[in-house]
C-alpha cells in the first residue's frame, strides 16, 4: 500500500491540473472585469460629452435637443449599472471558484491524512502493543516489589528499621 495514493505522481498531476485551471479561469474572469471597467470608463466619458452638448444646446434655446440628450444620459446611466452589476456578478463567480478549489485543498489534505492514519493503522496493531505494555507493567510491579522487599531487609540487617513502618 502507498501512503500518499496509488502514485504521487498521478495525484500531484491532477492537482497541478485543477490548479492550473482554476488559475486560468480566474485570470480570464478578471480579464472580463478590466474590459468590463473600460467599458464603464467609455461610457463615463461619452456621458460627459453629452452633458456638455445639453449645456451647450440650452444656451442657445433648443429644447428638443436637450429632450433627446438627456434621455442619452439617462440610458447611459441605466448601461453603466448594468455593467457593474454584471462586473459584481463576475467578482463573485471568481470568489466562489477560489473558495471551492480551498476546499477542494482541504478535502485533498483530509484524504491524504486518513491514508497516513489507516497505514500506520496497518503497520502498529494496537491490541499487541496494549498486551506488551501490560506485561511490562507487570513486570516492572513485581521488580518494584523485589527492590522493597530486599531495602526492608537490608534495613532490618543494619538494624535501621524503625518499628512503624
Known amino acids: ?5 496509488k502514485s504521487g505522481k498521478d495525484a500531484t498531476e491532477k492537482a497541478n ?11 480570464k474572469l478578471r480579464g472580463e472585469m478590466r474590459q468590463l471597467d473600460r467599458q464603464m470608463r467609455s461610457i463615463e466619458n461619452e456621458e460627459r460629452k453629452v452633458t456638455d452638448e445639453i449645456k451647450k444646446a ?6 428638443n435637443s436637450c429632450r433627446i440628450l438627456a434621455k ?3 440610458r447611459s446611466r441605466k448601461a453603466r449599472e448594468r455593467l457593474l452589476e454584471s462586473k459584481a456578478q463576475l467578482n463573485s463567480v471568481s470568489m466562489s471558484l477560489q473558495q471551492q ?5 482541504v478535502a485533498g489534505s483530509l484524504e491524504k491524512s486518513t491514508d ?9 496493531k494496537v491490541s499487541e502493543i496494549s498486551t506488551t ?3 511490562l507493567s507487570e513486570k516492572k510491579k513485581r521488580a518494584d516489589g523485589r527492590r522493597e522487599g530486599k531495602r526492608r531487609e537490608e534495613k ?3 538494624g535501621l528499621e524503625t518499628k512503624n513502618a
Open 72 to 74: 442619452e444620459v439617462v
Open 58 to 63: 440650452g444656451k442657445r434655446g433648443d429644447v
Open 1 to 5: 500500500m502507498w501512503l500518499f495514493g
Open 133 to 135: 505494555v501490560r506485561m
Open 156 to 158: 532490618k540487617r543494619l
Open 101 to 105: 478549489a480551498a476546499t477542494m485543498r
Open 116 to 124: 497516513v492514519m489507516q497505514a500506520m493503522g496497518n503497520l502498529v
Open 17 to 27: 491540473d485543477t490548479r492550473s485551471q482554476v488559475r486560468e479561469w480566474t485570470r
